[in-house]
């Protein structure tokens, strides 16, 4: 008599001596198939493979914001020392000290140097005399000769000290008490304020980003491009840039 396989399967009895041991067996709780294991550890690379990506991808993001952070605010702190100090040009308390006149003040297109009497004795000291340039520009043009490029500051003869990194390109742009706009005045006490037009970049480049965008200092207000009108850029590289503008009024010139 023929027996069905799931009838055959329900019960065996196992003959040992002394007796009989009943067991179960039943092949479909044996385990997983070849197969099965394959197709979970497909599942489980794919799933994984995804995961990774948008890792990776939040990673990236993370990284191009924390440089544009760090951009933005190397930026204002060396914009904010930066004006602090041309506020300052000429002080002159005592009005013996001669500071706004003093025969060393240079004011050019990227550079400032004035006399301030600090310690308010009436005369310009060595470490009175204070210079603002950028710390790789030879030909004193605002263009950065090569990097790392800084924004520094200078007391006496003590060398530039850095107050921001990764500058790409500076400017002065002076107004006299004569109401004309000069990158180089002749009498540096005839300037009352000046637009700086400062630009710095990111310290790395950006996955997958090119800077095509031209920039305008003040000296451009209308954003002219072509044969002697000032622009920067474009630099078609992978840095990120930043261009602020800031109009200062020099408070102690004009008052001797």
């Known amino acids: 008599m023929a027996v069905s396989g799931s009838e055959h399967w329900k019960k065996k009895r196992i003959k040992l001596r002394g007796g009989e041991v009943s067991c179960a067996a039943n092949p479909l709780r044996n385990g997983f198939t070849l197969i099965e294991l394959m197709i979970a550890i497909a599942i489980f690379g794919i799933a994984s493979a995804a995961l990774y990506t948008s890792y990776q991808h939040q990673q990236d993001s993370y990284l191009i914001q924390e440089q544009i952070t760090d951009m933005q605010q190397n930026l204002r702190a060396g914009m904010f020392f930066l004006t602090q100090g041309i506020k300052i040009a000429g002080y002159d308390p005592t009005e013996h000290a001669g500071a706004a006149r003093h025969k060393e003040n240079r004011a050019g297109v990227a550079e400032f140097k004035f006399a301030v009497d600090e310690n308010d004795n009436g005369t310009i000291e060595n470490a009175e005399k204070i210079r603002y340039a950028l710390s790789r520009d030879a030909n004193r043009d605002g263009r950065a000769d090569r990097f790392p490029c800084n924004l520094g500051r200078e007391h006496g003869s003590g060398g530039l000290q850095p107050l921001a990194e990764n500058v ?7 107004y006299l008490a004569d109401g004309t706009t000069s990158t180089n005045p002749a ?7 000046a637009d700086v037009s400062l630009l710095v970049r990111t310290q790395n480049r950006i ?3 090119k800077d095509t965008a031209v920039y305008f200092p003040a000296s451009n ?3 002219v491009t072509g044969a002697g009108k000032k622009v920067w850029g474009p630099f078609n590289d992978g840095y990120r840039r930043k261009l602020l503008i800031t109009n200062v009024t020099c ?3 004009g008052l001797q």
């Open 221 to 223: 207000p209308g954003h």
């Open 168 to 174: 790409e390109a500076l400017e002065f742009l002076y």
């Open 251 to 253: 408070r102690n010139l």
């Open 187 to 193: 009498t540096p006490a005839d300037i009352r304020s």
């Open 207 to 209: 996955k997958g980003h």
